[in-house]
Structure formats: structure tokens, C-alpha cells
């Protein structure tokens, strides 16, 4: 057995022999104690916490798409305001009955790119001068950081919540309360507040920054792949 150990990772004993994330594999995270890292082979994605993630996601969907049929604005900030309340909603689920799983950590991710980008699409179509940031959002959110967001996959993570196990500045800059509530609420107070295209397309561009900065350290520290055969033979 070959063990790695991650910058930030406190000791974090990781088999890396090439069967390792193999059929049958009980543990690729060997004698370790971390709330999360992940220490079964199977889940379970049928989770209350996946539930609360798709009623908020399609809750959104169906305010936002009231709101581009009736011309109601406050409809779309409805919208947003299911997604932001349900999407602490099924963390805290997810944490409180043990439902902390990768594929509802994957629905997560990707329901919170279609609520978002929903979302900014409908608003710039009603101020067409918040259509710079808005792109520049967009093109951070649902592309790079959604391929940030996933990378916690090549590793035995729960979710993104728990990178600080690999590497913790990147934690920081993207998933701790702060960098969190850059990434999703800020841009859309600024608009609010401000409604200068100018001050949130730096905004944008900052966060976009951080993106990129953040993916560049990541690739530096190297990605692991699993590797072996993917094949589950059934009787």
C-alpha cells in the first residue's frame, strides 16, 4: 500500500495503489477519523436532504418562469429567495441526519447552476445594462467554478464542504461562509444597491480572478484520478 498525504490534509492516509478505487474497495481512505472523508463503498441517494434539494430547485424554476409569463417581478426574486432558503435548508438536513452523500453533493452543485442562471437571465433581460457582469458571472459560475466545485470528486470527500482536508486556502477562497457568500449573494446585493454596471462587472471580474487563481493552485497540488477497471459484474 502507497499512502499520500495532501497539503492542509492533517495527516489524511490515502491508498494509492491503482485497484484502490475498485470494485469492491471498502475504504480508499484507510484508519482515518475525518467527519468528511468518505468511509463506505455504496450511499444512499434516496436522502430527505435530496428531497429538500429538488422541491427548492424546481420551486425556483417554477417562480422564475411564472415571472417571465406574468411580467411580475417580485416573482423572480421569490425565485431566488426559495433557492437561497432551500439551499440551506438541505445542507442543514443533510448534516443534522447524517444524509451528507457525493451524488446529493453533485445535485447540489448542478441545481444550483440552474437557479442561479435562471435567475440572472431573467434579470438581464430587464436591465439590459447589467448584461456585461451578468455574462461575466455566468461564464465564472457555470463553468469555472462549476469544474472547481466538482474536483472534490477525484478525491474520497462527502462534498465540497470538506477540501480543507486537501487543500485550505482553496477551501477558504470558495467554500467558507465568506467566500461562499461572495460567490452567490454578493453579486446580486451589489446590483441592487449600486445598480452601476461598471462597479459589479469589476466585482465580476474579481470573483472570476479568484476562479481561475484557485484552479491554477489546484492543479499545482495535482488531481488524483481514480483508476481500475469500472465494471461491476452482476450475476
Not at 490534509?9 to 480508499?28: F, K, M, N, V, Y
Not at 450511499?43 to 422541491?55: F, G, H, K
Not at 447524517?98 to 433581460?125: F, K, M, W
Request: proline share 3%; net charge neutral.
Amino acid at each position: 500500500m502507497t499512502t499520500t498525504a495532501n497539503p492542509g490534509s492533517a495527516g489524511l492516509a490515502i491508498d494509492a495503489r491503482p485497484d484502490a478505487w475498485g470494485a469492491g474497495a471498502e475504504a480508499a481512505v484507510l484508519a482515518c477519523d475525518h467527519h468528511g472523508c468518505v468511509h463506505t463503498a455504496a450511499e444512499n441517494v434516496i436522502t430527505l436532504a435530496n428531497a429538500v434539494t429538488l422541491t427548492r430547485t424546481v420551486g425556483c424554476l417554477v417562480a422564475v418562469t411564472w415571472s417571465i409569463a406574468t411580467g411580475q417581478v417580485w416573482l423572480l426574486f421569490l425565485g431566488l429567495g426559495v433557492h437561497w432558503l432551500g439551499d440551506v435548508a438541505d445542507g442543514i438536513v443533510a448534516r443534522s441526519r447524517n444524509e451528507e452523500t457525493r451524488a446529493g453533493a453533485v445535485l447540489d452543485i448542478v441545481s444550483d447552476r440552474l437557479c442561479i442562471a435562471l435567475y440572472y437571465v431573467s434579470y438581464g433581460h430587464l436591465h439590459h445594462s447589467m448584461l456585461v457582469p451578468i455574462a461575466v458571472f455566468l461564464f465564472q459560475f457555470m463553468v469555472l467554478d462549476a469544474h472547481l466545485s466538482l474536483t472534490f470528486l477525484n478525491w474520497p470527500l462527502r462534498s465540497l464542504n470538506y477540501f480543507n482536508l486537501v487543500d485550505r486556502t482553496i477551501y477558504q477562497w470558495n467554500w467558507s461562509t465568506i467566500g461562499k457568500a461572495f460567490n452567490s449573494g454578493a453579486l446580486v446585493i451589489l446590483m441592487l444597491t449600486t445598480r452601476s454596471p461598471l462597479a459589479c462587472a469589476i466585482f465580476a471580474i474579481a470573483i472570476a480572478a479568484v476562479k481561475v487563481a484557485s484552479l491554477v493552485r489546484l492543479h499545482r497540488v495535482g488531481v488524483p484520478s481514480p483508476v481500475g477497471c469500472a465494471a461491476v459484474v452482476r450475476p
